[in-house]
């Protein structure tokens, strides 16, 4: 081959791989961008949440017993835990890559890709050992009651196991995301919650495996969809060749992953585990109110993924604008989102506001469980509508290369409103659920004027890391 044709298939090269790093969040109607960009990812997380669920949904169901409600819903509030965290963390390579496909630095993507996979998978394998070593601990910490406590050791063993496919998945998600690909996850995510569903139904319905068929079918659903989104990363798009030469980390990519990364997850950590800290307070009042938490929880958590879906999706669109210098664009991004993430969250305030009982019937048909239940979401559910404002923001200072703020703000209204208001309610003379449920409402209350004050005074437009 002549020294022209080899330039004319390098160029050729070059132009494909960088058309496919090519997004529209730094053009076009801001409105509609993050529409476009943000319905997939919402969905994504609507059926993550969903398959979150799953497990709890089909125990109720199948299962007599209330202490497999229990072991359920504590054991996997543990896992989530562990993975929201690798999650936040993941959100640093979003930001990164992000930067690098918006200053139109492609040259840079690959390496940092090889840098998030080779740290995460360390990650992963780490965690996974550090779980299964002290799930004894983390059960005795957690007061899990005591007809729960064997059922709840067996998810945390298993799930433990695969960590690593949770980790996998989270960071396959988070570096299509930085690429502006935000269709993929959607579909990895909606044949591994195919895949659970029927999982747990076999298992289960037809077993009888109890809670431990259902953590056989949450790691297999989660290692299969890590499967589909490998094949995503390396077949359809162009930006890392997979290569064991590739993988090798890279010093200062890692610390820029770890400066966004690292505020995030440790965020997240705090905010987890002080909901763990108040369900171990609500433990101690036995399996019903721990049943009952645990489902909120779980209902809890669908209300809020539209806010949490525009967090990740402002932090990737304002993450590529700031790269690109357009910090007006990045404003208007962060308050669009606001309102659209409202307007969505108000849906599901208002159908867990007014008729939560049959809501609730999907999980238990307990009259206790569900009595328990509807006491504590006539307050907590108001948290739905204010964390719009809270995940909103803090998506966009980490597109800005400032989630060490967000992360002294969630230690503020964690540690210094949400968990002593639950202590207090918790220790009243008469046990009310109303009012600790109020604790995470307040405290996100909270939390939105800090982030107000920094927006209006904070030197948050300063830096980029790119």
Known sequence: MDSYAVATEESDTREAYSSSLDTILTKGSIWRTLLNFTIPYLLACVLQTMDGTIDLIIVGQFSPLVSDLSAVSNGSHIIHVITNVISGFTMGS?????????????????????????????????????????????????????????????????CGCGLVFFTAYNTFSAILRGLGDSKSPLVFIAIGCAIHIAGDILLIGVFGLGVRGAAYTTVSAQGLSVLFAFYRLKYRHNAFDFKLRSFRPNRSDARKITRVGMPIATEYALVN????????????????????????????????????????????????????????????TLWTSIGMSLALSFVFFAVVHFIP???????????????????????????????????????FFAGCNKSLFTLIRNMASTFLVRVPLAYIFCHASEINLFKIGLAAPIASAASIIICLLYYKFGRWSEQTLV
């Not at 965690?127 to 005795?140: D, E, F, P």
């Not at 990740?312 to 210098?325: K, L």
Request: aromatic share 8%; charged share 10%.
């Open 94 to 158: 979003t930001v990164l890559i992000g930067q690098y496909v918006g200053a139109g630095r492609h040259e840079s993507v690959s390496r940092a890709i090889g840098t998030t996979l080779t740290l995460f998978f360390c990650i992963g394998t780490i965690s996974s050992i550090v779980i299964i070593a002290s799930s004894s601990l983390i059960i005795r910490t957690m007061n899990i009651p005591t007809e729960a406590m064997a059922a709840t050791s067996d998810y945390i063993i298993i």
């Open 273 to 332: 585990a002080s909901f763990v800290f108040i369900s171990a307070m609500i433990n101690s009042f036995g399996v019903v109110a721990s049943a009952a938490i645990g489902v909120c929880e779980k209902i809890g958590a669908l209300a809020r993924v539209p806010a949490s879906a525009f967090s990740a999706s402002v932090a990737a669109m304002v993450a590529q604008n700031m790269g690109a210098g357009l910090l007006v664009r990045s404003r208007r």
């Open 357 to 395: 009982i049959p809501i609730l019937r999907i999980y238990t048909d307990n009259g206790d469980v569900i009595a328990a239940a509807v006491e504590y979401m006539r307050s907590f559910n108001f948290d739905t509508l204010l964390v719009c404002g809270t995940f909103c923001m803090a998506g």
